[in-house]
């Protein structure tokens, strides 16, 4: 199979779909790999490093989309990329279609196979394409909550893990997944005070056990939320509903009763958000106020460490790159994990999530093709 890697065109996004070292192992299997001149320049790897792992060189776009049979990308196709994609070809990428009826639109009409990294599943029922960058961008969330927390920056001037004799910052994780728990794990290092909101009672269990008491665990409830965000200095929004939108869990009444200069951080931004007020910013301009609370709400966080991010991704989605790669959609047909992450097959939508986000029509595989 021939398979193309464009240069990532989204605003501030430096990450790349394959890294050398994974080109090595396409290659390696007996496929083509074509890649855009300068693709992996946000992570310093070279038109040569990819020549020395085996790829050829595209000048455009272009000529990528117009050759390949699979397309291996990072952040979901801009409407010029999916202008580009045809029938039969295979796009492989984050996608976070529920909140995005625009791209669907798109890709509907180009009659591609569109797998979304974030509902591709495991047999532990994980997410394991999602679970690398959103252990960044956990850990990211704290780091742009202490930024935002700053008093030049509009916030309430703390430093989160305070001094000796002055309280530490008050931060709320609201979900206990991948990205909560890496988020926790930040905000208790750096001496924060951090409770974790979730609705499983047995994953608050294993908080428990994990931080070793380090952290306030609740029940995830109307009343739980609105107590723990009202006295809260930093709230990050960490939840998942696989494929589709985030719930909206921080309504603007409740913002009106937050503190002056706290912070809310939106990391399921990509899935819409999960405060009334979110809309998506960028690093350029990350942070926006409303009501007197800050908002930091990128929807490419990881973007910009795209050196640890490439290779994290790389990683994970590697050994499903490989059998697209060698099976084409018969890869999807024979593997229930693969197949969860279709979420666009020849004009249907193939994702239940997906469809219902959108209040469009499910179609499974089966009866897609």
């Not at 020395?52 to 390949?68: L, V």
């Not at 679970?131 to 909550?145: F, H, Q």
């Not at 590697?318 to 890869?331: H, Q, S, V």
Request: aromatic residues 4%.
């Amino acid at each position: 199979m021939r398979i193309g890697v464009p240069k990532e065109i989204k605003t501030q996004e430096y990450r790349v779909g394959l890294t050398p070292g994974a080109v090595r192992e396409y290659v390696a299997r007996g496929h083509e790999v074509v890649v855009e001149t300068g693709a992996g320049a946000g992570i310093s790897a070279t038109d040569e490093q990819y020549k020395t792992a085996g790829a050829s060189i595209a000048a455009t776009a272009e000529e990528i989309f117009g050759a390949a049979d699979m397309i291996v990308k990072v952040k979901e196709p801009q409407p010029q990329e999916w202008a580009r994609l045809r029938p039969k070809q295979i796009l492989f990428t984050y996608l976070h279609l529920a909140p995005d009826p625009e791209q669907t639109k798109g890709l509907l009409a180009s009659g591609c196979s569109a797998i979304a990294y974030e509902t591709v599943t495991d047999e532990r029922g994980g997410l394991p394409l999602l679970a690398p960058m959103s252990e960044v961008a956990g850990r990211l969330s704290i780091e742009a909550a202490g930024e935002a927390l700053k008093r030049y920056r509009g916030g309430r001037g703390l430093l989160l893990g305070g001094v000796p004799g002055v309280a530490p910052a008050r931060v709320v994780v609201i979900g206990g997944g991948v990205v909560g728990t890496h988020a926790a794990r930040m905000a208790v290092g750096l001496g924060a005070e951090v409770s974790i909101i979730d609705q499983s009672i047995p994953r608050l269990r294993q908080l428990d056990e994990l931080f070793g008491g380090r952290v306030r665990t609740r029940v995830s409830t109307l009343e739980s939320i609105e107590q723990e965000c009202t006295n809260a200095d930093v709230v990050i929004g960490a939840v998942l509903v696989p494929g589709a939108s985030a719930p909206k869990l921080i309504t603007r009444p409740m913002l009106k009763r937050m503190r002056p200069g706290s912070v809310l951080v939106d990391v399921a931004i990509d899935q819409g958000g999960c405060f009334e007020t979110s809309k998506a910013t960028t690093h350029d301009n990350p942070t926006f106020d409303v009501d007197g609370v800050i908002h930091y709400c990128v929807a490419n966080m990881p973007g910009a460490v795209p050196m640890t991010s490439s290779y994290a991704l790389n990683n994970a989605t590697l050994p499903f790159g490989l059998a697209l790669a060698d099976k084409g959609m018969k890869a999807v047909q024979s593997n229930p994990h693969l197949r969860a992450g279709l979420n666009i097959h020849e004009g249907k939508i193939t994702n239940e999530a997906v469809a219902q986000s959108l209040g469009k029509n499910w179609t499974p595989f089966d009866m897609a093709s």
